[in-house]
């Protein structure tokens, strides 16, 4: 096989990796039932209050989950004990009806409680049996391109039998137990995080008892290099994608007839994975500002060439970052089924060519509303792509460009003026949140040809915020600044 065809091949395999490990799945972070608990592959905990005193219990939880015809069944199966030798075992079953808005690009759901048992037996021998579980709760979805956000509410109330030994005597009475909370989150490719606060009012025959959890799963995937230290070697170093998962929560109690105040961290954190990444070889960015961000691009796949040179002075065209955002968050396309028919689908503009295996990622962009074309008849595929137009493709991705002020304001930016109309929100959103800074005399340029360079820059900020700043915002600005 000649040399020339020995690199095809070897392009064509890097390309099938690399499609490979960007469409790996990543799991949703979820907080596992209603009771403040933490879970990980091995070992779940949770702190019960019902006996006017934290019993801290430790053991084995599975959760399961089955989706048909827009309903969704969700299964918690606990078998606990304390180090004490108190037990606690409960199964509960959710069901929640799902309605897609298709128009809006939002999924409402509604939950209720299918059925339940659950039974705490102490070392006293003191048993409490929950009798009665009313639940409710009720979600909102807003699916955007790259980031889906949720939020919900949820009203319960548990009543459970106390059965005590007194003497020769088993004497029985109620607790009640009242459950306010919320829950917000969000998932992309790169990430999700599930925060949690449920109020609890606990009503005994010896008094009132009150327990606020805070509890917040989180999944991430964070891109480390790594240096190759031996000198002799092709290659320098190149990067990884570590996936982990960790889960952290906070009971806060007031129980004035026994136990009185206090509060119990747990947390739990899995095993850590990674996938190592390809290794760019591109001759001509060892001394250029922008190679940290062009080679984490490469590696993922984002920027896929097949030339050594990258070329990062010149101009990023409007195809190719399209394409970039895309796979960055690894926007989903549905592939057709094959046909024995001759098929006759035509690209949406004059300029695209259905062939192009790039295709599939800007007809998505162009349907869900992230990139705009031209005209009717061309998209701009090669045309060079501004500033302002990087910045509101991006911001659309996200959803986010409606959280700017009501129209007529104005930038903080001296050239305002020169910012387009339609880019104006989104140049707003993109500079509170982070991703884009003006130049020293706080001009943002929005009409600048983004070099591919500084389009990578912008690119990995982008990916960032996917990877770091929701998690911040979803969990440590709510948990302690709440």
Not at 3 to 21: D, G, Y
Not at 241 to 250: G, K, Q
Not at 375 to 382: H, S
């Amino acid at each position: 096989m000649s040399s020339k065809n020995m690199q095809k091949l070897f392009i064509l395999m890097l390309s099938v990796l690399l499609a490979f490990t960007l469409l790996i799945p990543m799991a949703s972070a979820k907080v596992p039932d209603f009771n403040g608990g933490v879970l990980d592959e091995y070992e779940y905990e949770e702190v019960f209050f019902l006996a006017g005193y934290p019993i801290h219990f430790t053991g084995k939880a599975t959760v399961t989950e089955k989706e048909n015809k827009n309903q969704l069944t969700e299964t918690y199966k606990f078998t606990l004990a304390s180090n004490a030798g108190d037990k606690l075992t409960r199964n509960v079953v959710y069901v929640s009806d799902l309605k897609n808005h298709e128009t809006k690009g939002q999924t409402t759901s509604n939950t209720s409680v299918k059925s339940y048992t659950e039974k705490v037996i102490l070392a006293n021998k003191t048993t409490y049996t929950l009798d009665d579980y009313q639940f409710s709760q009720g979600s909102v979805v807003d699916n955007r391109p790259a980031t889906d956000y949720y939020s919900g509410n949820v009203i319960a109330r548990k009543i459970y039998i106390r059965s005590a030994k007194v003497g020769r005597n088993t004497e029985k009475d109620k607790i009640t137990v009242y459950m306010d909370g919320r829950n917000v989150g969000y998932k992309n490719f790169w990430g999700s995080t599930d925060t949690q606060f449920i109020d609890y009012e606990i009503e005994t025959p010896e008094g009132t008892a009150f327990v606020t959890s805070k509890v917040s799963d989180s999944k991430s995937r964070v891109l480390e290099y790594e240096q190759h230290t031996p000198s002799l070697s092709s290659f320098v170093g190149g990067h990884s994608v570590i996936s982990s998962s960790n889960i952290v929560s906070e009971y806060e109690y007031n129980i004035p007839y026994y136990a009185g105040t206090g509060t119990i961290y747990l947390n739990k954190e899995k095993t850590p994975k990674i996938e190592r990444l390809i290794v760019p070889k591109f001759r001509d960015i060892a001394n250029h500002w922008s190679k940290p961000n062009i080679e984490k691009l490469y590696s993922l796949g984002i920027l896929d060439e097949s030339s050594n040179f990258f070329s990062p002075n010149a101009a990023m065209k409007k195809d190719l970052f399209t394409v970039g955002v895309a796979k960055a968050v690894d926007l989903r396309v549905l592939e057709e089924k094959p046909t024995n028919k001759k098929s006759t689908k035509k690209a949406l503009f004059e300029d695209l060519d259905i062939k192009d295996p790039n295709y599939v990622y800007i007809e998505s962009a162009l349907n869900k509303g992230i990139v705009s074309p031209v005209n009717k008849e061309k998209f701009g595929a090669n045309d060079s792509i501004t500033r302002a137009q990087a910045v509101t493709i991006i911001v659309r991705s996200l959803g986010l460009e409606g959280r700017a002020p009501t129209p007529g304001y104005t930038t903080k930016f001296i050239d305002d003026n020169k910012i387009p109309k339609e880019a104006k929100d989104s140049i707003y959103v993109a500079s509170e949140l982070g991703l884009i800074d003006p130049d020293k005399k706080n001009r943002i340029n929005p009409n600048e040809v983004l070099t591919r360079g500084k389009a990578s820059q912008l690119l990995v900020r982008y990916l960032n915020f996917l990877e770091s700043d929701l998690k911040q915002n979803y969990r440590d600005d709510m948990l302690y600044f709440n």
